[in-house]
């Protein structure tokens, strides 16, 4: 507060409105928080008086230094320059304090790939498995599960995880991969800015700005398999509005109907209590999807922007449990954001935001259940003081999970519907010591109304081994910690009653409060640029796991074999590991290579961690070559190696080989485009993965060739 | 005084500042010489481009000593060229000229032919003509004016290097890029250095346009 108050100097008309305003924000934040009342109520006007904190801020002229500077780079040091901020601060990428990949647009359309998990697979560190044609297990560095609590994954900074399970259910994201600017993927523990969740990683997805995108586009794409994938989106300029509005319809057929879908059993002795012979791949999946985004810029020195994105999703069911409820699982969410940008007089900058997620989820007989997210939050970066960038924000998050248990055999969270919050405080600082020496500071702290209040911090050092930092070395430690969500503390469940008051799977709540998980690194990196458009980068870990939340079996205390389990905190893990790529590009195209290393040990032998633990070798490669006559040729490969089973009972995943090829051809005068390809050319079908707390599981398709059209004017 | 009247104050004062706050935000409220980082880049790589570009000598020297860059519609820069307003360029002086929008200078001269005359031979004479996104619907009528004129036309609009702009800005992973079109700056009457060509993200030649035409 101290601080803003003393940036405020403008004489004028409007800095005088603003003292007024600020001093406003400042009584009322006391009287405030001195009165009774809910704290849902306290946390709507902290944010409206943060807001009036902003608002009183005047306009003007920016630093004139920056902009000279500018003038005094070549030609090509320009086309170097950032001009919008990435992720919470505006960096290049190799003064970035962790271990980042990035895939672009352009690696995001020559893909040809309409899933995201998809194409996060080919990046270095990231282990994904396919469950069914749209579940997958995301992970950076292992421990992936389909809800998996361990990857945070954002949508331009806004949390897309379940508030139920902690982890993101990517089919139903309302998201469009042409709508995609670029994806940028954080490899380590990133808590300190991004509170709990990133714990291994975090991937954010950021979409494009309407301005970028101006006009209609349509695109089709059409499988061999009669699934379709289509998209139409207009975006237009007018004035000082801007918008994006996109629509589209995915119609997945099952694995079944695709030629794979063979099921396997992990408890062939219960098959025919289960029923397994009944099963089929039911994974069909039909969803209808929008996203849109509208900008309000009276100046280039404040924004509002205002989205709302919808997915409606119809999808087969399958096992889980034993359980195979006869009715089709429906998913709908909704995003919204409210968001305010401002610039100020002295060089600082702060943004407010607010979203809202609503899910609503019918999960055949097992669950229903819909939850209401209301996030608050802040950041204020500061103007230089001087070598310190300094940055702080904070959050306040709502949350309420209301669900309903059609049948006895149905999950129950105990004590719901469940009101629970959530309030974080962050602070970085960026000490640029001397013009090649900076060191950055990360700390956090997160309130849970339901759990442990935690931090999460980064210390990191960045040496530049040159005057024009072409080469960067990075020393790095972090911590930070995962907090048990809701189905972890709360879940219990009765499965296939074997007579009166007897189920054959149990779960019961722990015998004590589970703590968080904790986690600490120790990293050091490389990002050099060799050559006009070759870089290469290396990063190596050393990681330390605490507390780690598993799944515990116990025997039958009437001694009927039926399984009795329990979620507690267990033991603990280690992991280490690297990655390096190499990346060569230029106006004819792209050639990047690289290999990762990533090893998990777990602290207790057959110890389960709710996640599979990472194939220990990967490597991929990337090339896109741009031909005579508006022609694209694009290769994908990725080798894995072997991912470890579950370790009481699930078998190995097996190691291989995925090449997807793509060429494309501009037509219509480049205001079209014809491409064809074959995703997974090496494989027909691809072997089954067991999901948590699944007894079954089932082939999905390999192979598979496509054809998209699109169009844009 | 009582602490709910305190409150109620408050929420009234809070309702009333929102109110000022949201008149505030309207497009008059805030002068040209605000400008976003986009275009501070935008506006360097304009004065770049000058250096390496090549007038005729009759251009050169017939216009007071000054390279001027024009910029026509709703202009974006702002303040962006105040670091360098005064200084020189190849010896000589930098001057901005702002024409406003394409329909309001013909509107203009509708009215008065000796203005329209005017207008045009303004364009004509800069060195460099940034065309403004709000300019796209008017962008060959402005083109055919100044087209004979030496003048290097700048723009970044989907179809700018087709209807025979010279340069088109583009921005690609958050940073600004150039496409050139030489055949636009051979016809125009100016020499861009292979330097700016070596940095193009796509540099249409007579080939290229060959092939594309096939």
Not at chain 1, 73 to 81: Q, R
Not at chain 1, 448 to 457: A, I, N, R
Not at chain 1, 589 to 614: C, M, V
Not at chain 1, 644 to 649: A, F, H, K, S, V
Request: contains cysteine; negative net charge; glycine residues 8%.
């Amino acid at each position: 507060m101290q601080l803003m108050k003393d940036h405020t100097q403008n004489s004028s008309y409007m800095g005088g409105l603003g003292k007024v305003g600020e001093n406003i924000s400042l009584i009322g934040v006391t009287i405030m928080f001195a009165q009774k009342g809910s704290l849902t109520r306290k946390c709507v006007w902290l944010f409206v008086l943060l807001y009036l904190l902003f608002g009183a801020r005047a306009f003007a002229q920016q630093d004139s230094s920056v902009r000279k500077d500018l003038f005094q780079m070549s030609l090509e040091e320009l086309t170097e320059v950032n001009v919008v901020s990435a992720s919470r601060q505006e960096q290049k990428i190799s003064e970035i304090s962790v271990p980042i990949s990035i895939i672009t647009a352009e690696d995001i359309h020559y893909s040809g790939l309409t899933s995201i998990p998809e194409i996060l697979q080919f990046e270095p560190g990231v282990d994904v498995l396919r469950t069914s044609r749209f579940r997958y297990a995301v992970g950076i560095r292992g421990l992936h599960d389909v809800i998996s609590d361990k990857t945070l994954v954002l949508i331009n900074g806004r949390s897309t995880y379940s508030s139920v399970y902690g982890g993101a259910e990517w089919f139903r994201l309302p998201l469009f991969p042409e709508d995609i600017e670029r994806i940028e993927i954080v490899r380590g523990p990133s808590g300190a800015s991004w509170g709990a969740n990133a714990f291994n990683g975090v991937i954010n997805i950021i979409t494009k700005n309407p301005d970028d995108v101006l006009g209609y586009f349509g695109s089709t794409t059409i499988t061999e398999f009669g699934d379709s994938f289509t998209h139409l989106r207009w975006a237009e300029k007018k004035d000082k509005w801007s918008w994006r509005s996109s629509l589209g319809y995915e119609d997945q057929k099952s694995s079944d109907e695709a030629g794979a879908g063979d099921y396997k059993s992990s408890v062939p002795s219960m098959n025919a209590l289960i029923g397994f012979d009944t099963y089929s791949a039911q994974d069909f999946s039909r969803n209808l999807i929008t996203d849109n985004e509208f900008v309000y810029q009276p100046s280039d020195w404040t924004k509002l922007s205002l989205g709302v994105g919808h997915s409606n999703k119809t999808s087969g069911n399958f096992e889980t449990g034993g359980l195979f409820p006869s009715n089709h699982r429906c998913y709908e969410t909704t995003r919204l954001f409210s968001r305010i940008d401002r610039k100020f007089e002295d060089g600082s900058s702060g943004s407010l935001q607010w979203f809202g997620n609503l899910e609503r989820s019918g999960l055949g007989d097992q669950l229903s259940y819909h939850n209401f997210e209301n996030d608050f939050e802040g950041q204020l970066n500061f103007a230089p003081i001087g070598n310190h960038h300094i940055l702080i924000g904070g959050n306040v998050r709502l949350i309420r999970i209301n669900s309903k248990s059609p049948t006895a055999e149905s999950y129950k969270f105990e004590g719901e519907p469940f009101d629970e919050q959530l309030v974080g405080i962050f602070g970085i600082d960026r000490w640029k010591i001397t013009d090649r020496f900076t060191i950055e500071g990360q700390l956090r702290g997160d309130w849970y109304s339901e759990t442990q209040t935690d931090w999460s911090g980064r210390l990191t050092g960045l040496y530049a081994l040159d005057d024009n930092k072409d080469h960067i070395l990075r020393f790095s430690a972090a911590k930070a910690f995962r907090s048990p969500m809701a189905a972890i503390r709360n879940v219990t469940v009765e499965r296939f009653a074997i007579g009166p008051d007897l189920y054959l799977m149990n779960v019961v709540k722990s015998s004590h409060e589970l703590e968080n998980e904790e986690t600490w690194s120790l990293e050091a990196g490389y990002t050099g640029k060799l050559a006009k458009g070759l870089t290469l980068q290396l990063d190596g870990y050393y990681q330390h796991y605490d507390n780690l939340i598993g799944i515990k079996t116990g025997p039958d205390p009437l001694g009927l074999g039926r399984f009795f389990i329990s979620v507690e905190n267990i033991a603990d893990a280690e992991a280490w590991g690297g990655e390096c790529e190499l990346a060569y590009e230029n106006k004819r195209g792209k050639l990047s290579a690289w290999y990762s290393y990533n090893d998990f040990r777990t602290e207790k032998s057959h110890q389960d961690i709710r996640a599979y633990q990472p194939a220990k070798h990967k490597a991929g490669l990337t090339g896109r070559l741009f031909l005579p006559d508006n022609w694209a040729f694009n290769v994908n490969y990725k080798f894995t190696d072997t991912t470890p089973g579950n370790p009481n009972g699930g078998d190995d995943i097996g190691s291989s080989h995925r090449l997807d090829l793509t060429i494309s051809k501009k037509i219509a005068k480049g205001r079209g485009e014809l491409m064809l390809g074959v995703s997974d050319i090496l494989v027909k079908t691809r072997e089954s993965v067991l999901d948590l707390g699944a007894y079954t599981a089932h082939e999905t398709p390999g192979r598979m060739f496509f054809a998209r059209l699109q169009l844009k004017f | 005084m009582e602490t709910s009247t305190i409150r109620s104050k408050l929420y009234i004062l809070i309702v009333v500042y929102f109110g000022v706050q949201a008149a505030l935000i309207t497009p008059q409220a805030f002068a040209a010489s605000a400008s976003s980082r986009e275009y501070q880049v935008k506006a360097a790589f304009l004065y770049n481009f000058i250096q390496f570009t090549e007038w005729p000598a009759a251009k050169i020297a017939d216009n007071n000593n000054a390279i001027s860059i024009g910029i026509i519609g709703d202009d974006p820069f702002g303040a962006a060229f105040d670091p360098v307003k005064e200084k020189s360029v190849k010896n000589k002086k930098m001057v901005i000229k702002r024409f406003g929008r394409f329909t309001e200078l013909i509107k203009g001269a509708n009215e008065d032919k000796s203005k329209s005359a005017e207008n045009t031979e303004a364009l004509r004479k800069c060195h460099v003509l940034f065309v403004c996104d709000s300019e796209k619907e008017n962008l060959s009528k402005i083109i055919e004016i100044v087209k004979d004129s030496a003048v290097l036309t700048v723009g970044q609009s989907e179809n700018f290097l087709d209807d025979g702009g010279i340069i088109r800005f583009i921005k690609e992973a958050e940073k600004v890029a150039f496409e050139v079109n030489i055949i636009a700056a051979k016809e125009a009457g100016v020499q861009v250095s292979s330097q700016v060509l070596r940095l193009a993200k796509r540099v249409i030649t007579e080939e290229t346009a060959d092939d594309k035409n096939k």
